[in-house]
T-cell receptor
Framework: DGGITQSPKYLFRKEGQNVTLSCEQN?????MYWYRQDPGQGLRLIYY???????QKGDIAEGYSVSREKKESFPLTVTSAQKNPTAFYLC????????????FGPGTRLTVT | QQQVKQSPQSLIVQKGGISIINCAYE??????FPWYQQFPGKGPALLIA?????SEKKEGRFTISFNKSAKQFSLHIMDSQPGDSATYFC?????????????FGTGTRLQVTL
């Protein structure tokens, strides 16, 4: 099955701890994206990457970090500097050349207490 | 700064009725307008999309109407079914020279009643 996998589905952390969310795709897509979803606010772009070893900040990058060492993988680290980390995190991917469609993973719900 | 405004926030429609969700934008550089459907606890799924050179696109019971001069677009769900109950997001894409980025509306929670 081709698609995007995010793990785990639910994640719980104590305040002050860094946590890394996994995103893997086997669609051979070049571009990958991380979004944050909060109730009533839609999806907001955190980071995106067009190619391996390159990534750019989105609209709300503060308190987050990413890496893109492999085409298939784009992990997101939520650091202790993120003031309100509790949210639903969504990973997406698309072909870099041609096509506009972004395909989303199932999401990870992070709760920080 | 909300670049894509979506309304209504919630919508209740009877089975068989027409659901209409509206979006408006300001940035004329947007060049692709998708609609996503999201069920609780799941990731959004692309439903239908339109380019600004087309005024209407229909796929089954779902239709996008696009008004370039008014900078508005809407989703119509004909013969709405209980299985359509979900949250719908409009979005707009802009190519920045290095990447295309989506800006999302705030979502509409649709409930289709029997």
């Amino acid at each position: 099955d081709g698609g995007i996998t995010q793990s785990p589905k639910y994640l719980f952390r104590k305040e002050g701890q860094n946590v890394t969310l996994s995103c893997e795709q086997n669609l051979n897509h070049d571009a990958m994206y991380w979004y944050r979803q909060d109730p009533g606010q839609g999806l907001r772009l955190i980071y995106y990457s067009q190619i391996v070893n390159d990534f750019q900040k989105g609209d709300i990058a503060e308190g987050y970090s990413v890496s893109r060492e492999k085409k298939e993988s784009f992990p997101l680290t939520v650091t202790s500097a993120q003031k309100n980390p509790t949210a639903f995190y969504l990973c997406a991917s698309k072909l870099r050349e041609g096509g506009y469609e972004q395909y989303f993973g199932p999401g990870t719900r992070l709760t920080v207490t | 700064q909300q670049q894509v405004k979506q309304s209504p926030q919630s919508l209740i429609v009877q089975k068989g009725g027409i659901s209409i969700i509206n979006c408006a934008y300001e940035n004329t550089a947007f060049d692709y307008f998708p609609w996503y459907q999201q069920f609780p606890g799941k990731g959004p799924a692309l439903l239908i999309a339109i380019r600004p050179d087309v005024s209407e696109k229909k796929e089954g019971r779902f239709t996008i109407s696009f008004n370039k001069s008014a900078k508005q677009f809407s989703l119509h769900i004909m013969d709405s079914q209980p299985g359509d109950s979900a949250t719908y997001f409009c979005a707009a894409s802009q190519y920045t020279g290095t990447a295309s980025k989506l800006t999302f509306g705030t979502g509409t929670r649709l409930q289709v009643t029997l």
